[in-house]
């Protein structure tokens, strides 16, 4: 049982370049979140999905795109990287519904865009 | 809007000595509230959380944190602090539902707390 995994733990992009930063979840948990941790910012998130199919903005998702390939599933795609982008990311995931709701996350990757 | 406020961003204790990191919060409804900690170069741990019932919660690591919906806090605690729970420590609260239906957590911008020898 491995919880959240994240690839790849870390990265250099020049400005203008792409990137997906992929998660995968072996916890069969409905929702899964991405954020982003700034110092002095605490976690911002990015992106959630509530359900396989279903995408919602969170807090800052300007720069960002999602897809939620499977249940499993969560990546994150930077379509032409910014220095303002250079921050570590994590990917989150939990079961709603059933009175737990506490978020398990990945170990981050830290993404740094010259 | 959901929100919650970490007062201090650094804590200071002698191991040994009791610790308690604040929180407060605002929100709509009945909180669910949640303590997570981060330790270098890691993803954050879940340690403990309030849903509802008893408003003194245990959680992992002998940490414990005390629901006070008057004063709209739940700080954390631990009676005799160790070198090692010197870490970053999030406090978080349920958010608005979505049109999904989804509640993402609203964290806090986190409190070091070091533990010194």
């Known amino acids: 049982n491995a919880g959240v995994t994240q690839t790849p733990k870390f990265q250099v992009l020049k400005t203008g370049q792409s990137m997906t930063l992929q998660c995968a979840q072996d916890?069969?948990?409905?929702?899964m979140y991405w954020y982003r941790q700034d110092p002095g910012m605490g976690l911002r998130l990015i992106y959630y999905?509530?359900?396989?199919?279903?995408?919602d903005k969170g807090e800052v998702p300007n720069g960002y795109n999602v897809s939620r390939l499977n249940k499993r599933e969560f990546s994150l795609r930077l379509e032409s990287a910014a220095p303002s982008q250079t921050s570590v990311y994590f990917c989150?995931?939990?079961?709603?519904?059933?009175?737990?709701?506490?978020?398990?996350f990945g170990p981050g990757t830290r993404l740094t865009v010259t | 809007a959901q929100s919650v406020a970490q007062p201090e961003d650094q804590v200071n204790v002698a191991e040994g000595n009791p610790l308690t990191v604040k929180c407060t919060y605002s929100?709509?409804?009945?909180?669910?509230l949640f303590w997570y900690v981060q330790y270098p170069n890691r993803g954050l741990q879940f340690l403990l959380k309030?849903?509802?019932?008893?408003?003194l919660v245990k959680g992992s690591y002998g940490f414990e944190a005390e629901f006070n919906k008057s004063q709209t806090s739940f700080h954390l605690k631990k009676p005799s602090a160790l070198v090692s729970d010197s870490a970053l420590y999030f406090c978080?609260?349920?958010?608005?539902?979505?049109?999904?239906?989804?509640?993402?957590?609203?964290f806090g911008k986190g409190t070091r707390l070091s533990v010194i020898a």
């Open positions: 989150a995931s939990s079961e709603e519904g059933t009175m737990t709701y506490e978020q398990y």
């Open positions: 916890m069969n948990h409905n929702s």
């Open positions: 999905s509530a359900s396989e199919g279903t995408t």
């Open positions: 929100v709509s409804g009945n909180p669910y």
């Open positions: 309030y849903i509802t019932g008893d408003n």
């Open positions: 978080a609260v349920r958010g608005s539902y979505s049109n999904s239906g989804n509640t993402p957590l609203v």
